[in-house]
């Protein structure tokens, strides 16, 4: 059995030059064992002598990722395991990515463990103030489960770098002097600071955010260890929290209710009930727009620029319904605008319809979308946004009073008709509504603009066209 001395616990270059040199001499993970040693160099710590070997090989850079994490952790036996793996290796190139391998499992489990610590470490350092030669310095004592100082100590330094620190441990120490960061031995906690002003500021700072409606001891004490309370000012304060959290939530839930704020109320766009009654029923088309700004049955009006009404005479024969508007009809607040709204207008013109004397709308007066980037990627409104939006169109039939309506699409098809057509097989054919309104379906615009294939393309037009005239014809 050889066993291999490194100079201290986070020896990596030393381990790294001792697996190497044991791998080509073909010294197997049940003949070697590694141990850190006190970093003097004492007779207790030589260890054997390594074997004197030549050339060298690669490792997967997973598995160094892995290894340099796994260093950290406090466990006797992590050489061993990452020597093991490191073995293993040579004839299973693809280990690191099998998770239900032992050691893999184990390795990742401890660099968990690992990573955990360095992100307590990071929530959980306090620094109290201090004086030196050079003047002001912060200190702070923490216990972190594993050796996780060095490698957490630059995310230390890019948060205060204006100011002097020592951060003190157990296992090492910290020193930013504003200039560069070193590291000391270990230290103990008599050398830090118990108390110093900011500690009431903590307590105030915490006792204020403390939510007690929203408390669940268990979820805290995962994310705040009871292992840390000790050292951070703030804790003393959570039993007292605790226990007075039943009596302040009941307080919370019967304080009266304040008053609303009346500049937001003066600058709030008016709420249009849910349930309107025939009173509230708009006398013009213009009262019809000014409601829809102010519409809330549906929460797509929290995306949206603006609402979008129906454009054209009252006294219009035709009444084309779209879907919804769309990103450009959104901004500029005017329906078919767009690359559909211009397809739609040169469909048109090719047989004969004038846009002017059409009333133009759609069954859902507000932009749907996803943010993508920079763009607004239209999506298509359910069955409840259009539900909740057929009491405007409704209303914009009955004040406009149309001979025929050309439906473009499933989802105008859908807030006239009540159901979902079948667009391609009910197309072309007038339908009559149980209120008398005769509807002619076909396809949407934006459905031409879709169609990749030029053949295609051109002869959905066609049939488009051919709509447009039985529409023209119907009246």
Known sequence: ??????????????????????????????????????GQGGLFDRGD???????????????????????????????DLMYRLLW????????????????????????????????????????????????????????????VLRATAPFFVRRF?????????????????????????????????????????????????FNPARLRPKAMRSEMPVQYWKNLPEAELIPELMAAAAV???AMVNRTATDPNARFQRARAPAIDRTPTDELAPDTLEELGRGVQGCRRCPLWRDATQGVCGEGPRTAALMIVGEQPGDQEDLSGRPFVGPAGRLLDKALGETGLDRSALYLTNAVKHFKHEPRGKRRLHRTPDAG?????????????????????????ATAGLALLGRKPAVQTERGRIMTMPD?????????????????????????????????????AAL
């Not at 109290?128 to 923490?142: I, L, N, P, S, T």
């Not at 560069?180 to 031995?185: D, E």
């Not at 405007?392 to 001979?403: A, S, Y």
């Open 385 to 409: 946004e259009v539900k909740a939006c057929r009491w405007w169109l409704d209303h914009e039939r009955r004040l406009v009073q149309p001979r025929l309506i050309l439906a473009l699409g």
């Open 49 to 79: 002598a390594l074997p004197d070997v030549e050339g060298g090989f690669t490792a997967p850079q997973g598995f160094m990722a892995c290894a340099a994490q796994l260093i950290q952790h406090r466990s006797e036996d992590r050489f």
């Open 161 to 209: 770098s204006a100011m002097r620190w020592s951060i003190l441990t157990p296992d090492g120490s910290a020193r930013w002097d504003g200039e560069a960061l070193t590291h000391g031995p270990p230290a103990e906690q008599t050398q830090a600071p118990r108390e110093d002003e900011m500690e009431d500021f903590w307590r105030t700072y915490y006792a204020s955010t």
């Open 436 to 472: 008398g309104a005769r509807i002619l379906l076909t396809v949407h615009p934006a459905y031409l603009l879709r169609l990749p294939d030029a053949e295609a393309r051109a002869r959905e037009q066609a049939r488009f066209r051919e709509d447009l005239r039985a529409a023209d």
């Open 248 to 250: 302040r939530t009941e």
């Open 88 to 147: 293993r290796l040579k004839d299973q190139p693809d280990l690191m990515a099998v998770l239900s391998d032992v050691d893999v499992a184990e390795a990742a489990d401890r660099v968990k463990g690992v990573r955990r610590a360095a992100h307590k470490m990071k929530a959980f350092v306090r620094f109290r103030q201090a004086e030196d030669a050079a003047g002001q310095h912060w200190v702070a004592w923490f216990e972190p489960p594993h050796r």
């Open 1 to 38: 059995m050889r066993e291999v001395v490194l100079n201290d616990p986070l020896d990596f270059e030393g381990w790294r030059d001792a697996a190497r040199r044991l791998r080509l001499a073909g010294v197997e993970p049940a003949h070697v064992r590694f141990r850190a040693g006190g």
